[in-house]
């Protein structure tokens, strides 16, 4: 594990995202559901999944640091036709940034929906996992 007891504490935010492509099909079955199907509610059950990962993502991911989460928000919106945008933004005061925790918050939500959704749809693809942005500490990153 990097030490990092010598870095200020600092607040910091990260916000990663990840496209799950349902399929037309798929898509406008669940919408016309309100995103409910046999197992409950597709969008609810994600959002929770997506926020309970994040906040164990140091019992992963090995040599992550565990971070005291401030906030956590996961959003999942239609996009397009077929996918959805899963996004997750974390927000901690730490020493160490909170990128891994958005990155694997966004990542189980979006397996969240596959595996609420695969009966449906088993070809269902996970896309574009990435770091949207970062704030604090020694840099800042913005991919936008």
């Known amino acids: 594990m990097v030490d ?10 990260a916000r990663a995202a990840c496209t799950v492509i349902l399929g037309s099909e798929l898509m406008a079955e669940l919408q ?4 409910q199907n046999k197992k409950g509610s597709v969008l609810n059950t994600a959002i929770l999944a ?14 992550c640091h565990p971070l005291p989460l401030d906030r956590c928000d996961v ?4 996009e397009g036709t077929t996918s959805l945008c899963v996004q997750c ?12 925790e958005a990155l694997t918050g966004a990542s189980v939500a979006a397996l969240t929906v596959y595996d609420m959704c695969k009966a449906a749809n088993p070809s269902i693809e996970i896309t ?8 604090g500490g020694k840099s800042d990153f913005d991919a936008s």
């Open 128 to 135: 574009r996992l990435h770091l949207v942005e970062k704030r």
């Open 75 to 78: 959003t999942i919106e239609p």
């Open 32 to 35: 016309k559901e309100d995103f």
């Open 89 to 100: 933004e974390c927000g901690t005061s730490s020493r160490t940034g909170v990128e891994m």
């Open 4 to 13: 990092v007891g010598s870095k200020a504490v600092t607040a910091r935010r």
């Open 50 to 63: 997506g926020i309970m990962a994040a906040k164990r993502t140091s019992s992963l991911i090995p040599l």
